[in-house]
């Protein structure tokens, strides 16, 4: 069993910056890929991006490669998605998910989740 609380959400300005984070309960968590996906009102929910076990491997929605960093703490059980250069599409509640296979298609693990607002 996984636990997973996100923080870090909040109201931005367009072009701003935040930092999400998510932390995670267990002692096996540095063998679980790491996910963050989120969702707008109206929409489903859309991956955004991934981290493998060692975090050497990370994977990318097209809308945000380039502005968004995933990234992960493995000795304090945390993984990180920073968010630059914020658009008013960003606008979700974004959510952390955790998996214990290597490039998984669905997560067994989810956080209830972290508003983020981006004002124009």
């Known amino acids: 069993q996984v636990h997973l609380v996100e923080s870090g959400g909040g109201l931005v300005q367009a072009g701003g910056s935040l930092r999400l984070s998510c932390a995670a309960s267990g002692r096996t968590f540095s063998t679980y890929t790491m996910g963050w996906f989120r969702q707008a009102p109206g929409k489903e929910r859309e991956f955004v991006a991934a981290?493998?076990?060692?975090?050497?491997?990370?994977y990318y929605a097209d809308s945000v490669k380039g502005r968004f960093t995933i990234s992960r703490d493995n000795a304090e059980n945390t993984v990180y998605l920073q968010m630059n250069t914020l658009k008013p599409e960003d606008t979700a509640v974004y959510y952390c998910a955790a998996d214990p296979r290597r490039l998984p298609l669905t997560y067994d693990y989810w956080g209830h989740g972290t508003q983020v607002t981006v004002s124009s």
């Open positions: 981290i493998g076990w060692g975090g050497d491997s990370t």
